[in-house]
């Protein structure tokens, strides 16, 4: 399966953004995705990640309460609400798929930008 994120982009403090993870292939329903971010200078974080069932929902705990995961079977895409965003949420934001069971990332997407100013 191949994942292309977008959405990203410029926001003020307080402001929303959502991010779209699109995957290609006939099996992406066997796959869970989950977005991690990498900020300059520091290393790859999860930030949400999502079953294939699209019902159960993971967040860290900087996420919680302000993103929100989910999935359109239909379209094969995947979303990251952002709300309330912070200048620290400030990252590239990655999507990367596993078979479900599996702990190996199979796919990952090209990074979208996200800055946040203050």
């Known amino acids: 399966v191949q994942l292309q994120a977008s959405g990203g982009g410029l926001v003020q403090a307080g402001g929303s953004l959502r991010l779209s993870c699109a995957a290609s292939g006939p099996t992406f329903s066997r796959y869970a995705v989950d977005w991690f971010r990498q900020a300059p200078g520091k290393e790859r974080e999860f930030v949400a990640g999502?079953?294939?069932?699209?019902?159960?929902?993971y967040y860290s705990e900087s996420a919680k309460g302000r993103f929100t995961v989910s999935r359109d079977l239909a379209k094969n895409t995947i979303y990251l609400q952002m709300n309330s965003l912070k200048p620290e949420d400030t990252a590239v934001y990655y999507c990367?798929?596993?078979?479900?069971?599996?702990?190996?990332?199979?796919?990952w997407g090209q990074g979208t930008q996200v800055t946040v100013s203050s």
């Open positions: 990367a798929a596993k078979l479900s069971g599996s702990a190996q990332y199979g796919s």
């Open positions: 999502i079953r294939r069932s699209g019902i159960s929902t």
